[in-house]
């Protein structure tokens, strides 16, 4: 009996850096939910798991919490970084200057407001869908997700401007009667016209000595 006693072991005492450590994760955690991974305040709290005694009991609870942040910041960056993508790559214009769309365009002339006959006509309402200064950010996400990035217009005296045009889904074709085969012209982040796609003119151009062809309207 005395031998038994002899070899008996104590077990690891508790670490309190752990209990500290792992309290402040549970409060930062239910705060922001998987937020917190990318919160400053977290590592803090990796600095203080790392403290926890290697003898201690709660030692493998610490690293098993440590590869838990560490793997999760990860991921939420890695979704951070592709939204971030996203957004940039919404608003970059492709460089096309090979298409035929890509040629100097003279816009139309602002059309000439005629009053109408009857002054006493029912006013049929605002025109759904995306109008002159329309923000060119609520094309990307807004409108029910109708419209998208058509090719960049060279605007004569103006330069290289980007142009959005209606979904052919018939859904948002239903939805927006008035921009079927329309562009949506962007300027300072904003639509500068509605044309029609049959107005746009391609005025000829001198190229490489010669002067290309009309591409008509």
Known sequence: MLALSACRREPPPPSAEYEQAS????TLY???LDEAYLDPQMGEIEAQLQRVPQASLD??????????????????????DARHKAVASAREVPPT?????ALPVALPPPPV????????APDAGPIPGPQMGTPASELVAGFRGCF?????????????RETWELNPRTSCTLEYPTHVDSVLLIEEGRVLMVLPKSSVRTVPRTLDGGTAP????
Do not use: H, T, W, Y
């Open 97 to 101: 200057a090979s298409s035929p769309s």
């Open 59 to 80: 030692a493998p609870a610490a690293q098993e919490l440590l590869q838990r942040i560490a793997r999760e910041r990860a991921r939420m960056q890695g979704e951070v």
């Open 23 to 26: 309290r402040q994760f549970r």
């Open 113 to 120: 407001e005629v009053a109408p006959a009857d002054a006493g």
């Open 148 to 160: 998208q990035r058509g090719a960049p217009i060279n605007v004569e005296g103006r330069g290289l």
């Open 30 to 32: 239910a705060q922001k």
């Open 214 to 217: 009309d591409a008509g309207r």
